[in-house]
């Protein structure tokens, strides 16, 4: 599990993210573009993962995390709940997501191997 401040915390962690509204619930991003939503009232995380990374996590994460159910999920889209996911699964699918959508320059920071 990880609490909301946490997932907070680690999202502005990565160099030039913000936090900002996004419809009904709070965006993380770098740039301006999204790379992780938080919804508290659904307890969930959306994260923007690769083709692969989304394959990756929902396979060894199944019913914890999972492609968004529509068009979205085919963009790389993806569900976390919060309340089942391991904090250590939760900080490595973020930083995909984040190193998925930052400049390259920032990304490479980050990029683990």
């Known amino acids: 599990m990880i609490t909301f401040p946490e997932v907070t915390s680690l999202a502005l962690s990565y160099e030039l993210s913000d936090e900002a509204a996004h419809f009904e619930v709070i965006s993380f991003r770098v740039k301006n573009k999204i790379f992780a939503t938080l919804n508290k009232p659904e307890n969930r995380a959306c994260l923007k993962l690769s083709a692969i990374d989304q394959d990756v996590f929902s396979t060894t994460n199944p019913g914890i995390i999972f492609p968004v159910p529509n068009a979205w999920g ?21 930083n995909c997501a984040y190193c998925n959508v930052a400049p390259k320059v ?8």
Do not use: P, S
């Open 74 to 94: 085919k963009y790389g889209w993806t569900l976390v709940n919060l309340k089942k996911v391991r904090k250590a699964v939760f900080k490595d699918a973020l």
């Open 106 to 113: 920032l990304a490479k920071k980050y990029q683990v191997g």
